[in-house]
């Protein structure tokens, strides 16, 4: 049962370009929606998160934009850097549930 | 403040022994989560620990097994090794509200032979 579903599968971006990524969720009773990046070798970073009263929230270069209606959040990676090369997650916890649904994970290529 | 920490980095092990692996979560957490993620996937939640008991299990068979201690520090076992055990294995931490961000180790690296 895949409750988060991400898209796309992969994307390469130039240097400062824009890095769009996305996630349609099946449950409502979600608490909050973390992002997490994984470079080669690591654990999951935790990123950013944001809690479902909120429609944007902004760290750095990093936005995340919610769609409550369309059951939909996205991660924007601002002016992209070639350090920001790694695996991103999109997840979600339901309440009253203790696991991490993750999604299946954006591999981001930033060309220098 | 220390992160989540694990030990050991990397593990070798033949198909049918068994394997234990530690976690010791982020200060101030007592909620600790284990996690595989196999190669090119996202992490697949085995179990969360809370109060020295499992609180919630993901859809793994009874091979892998826990505990968790007085101080929140946490182990995997998986017994009876297979092949298909070969995969990355996370700790998260976390206070004990499930509305609380879980915070990662850069895992164990479990190769079966």
């Known amino acids: 049962q895949q409750q988060v579903k991400q898209s796309p599968q992969s994307l390469i971006v130039q240097k400062g370009g824009i890095s769009i990524i996305n996630c349609a969720y099946e449950n409502t009773a979600f608490d909050y929606f973390p992002w997490y990046q994984q470079f080669p070798g690591k654990g999951p970073a935790l990123l950013i998160a944001i809690r479902p009263d909120v429609s944007e929230k902004k760290e750095g270069r990093f936005t995340i934009s919610f769609n409550k209606s369309a059951k939909q959040f996205s991660l924007h990676i601002m002016d992209s850097q070639p350090g920001d090369s790694a695996t991103y997650f999109c997840a979600a916890p339901r309440s009253n549930d203790y696991k991490l649904s993750f999604g299946a994970g954006t591999t981001v290529t930033v060309r220098a | 403040d220390a992160g989540v920490t694990q030990s050991p980095t990397h593990l070798i092990k033949t198909r049918g022994q068994q394997v234990t692996l530690r976690c010791s979560p982020k200060s101030g957490h007592d909620t600790v989560s284990w996690y595989q993620q196999a190669l090119g996937q996202g992490p697949q939640f085995i179990f969360q620990y809370y109060e020295e008991e499992e609180r919630q299990r993901g859809n793994f068979p009874d091979r892998f097994s826990g505990h968790q201690f007085p101080n929140y520090s946490s182990e995997l076992n998986v017994n009876a090794l297979l092949l298909g055990d070969s995969a990355l294995y996370l700790c998260?931490?976390?206070?004990?509200?499930?509305?609380?961000?879980?915070?990662f180790g850069d895992g164990t690296r479990l190769s079966i032979l």
């Open positions: 998260a931490s976390s206070f004990s509200s499930s509305n609380q961000p879980q915070h």
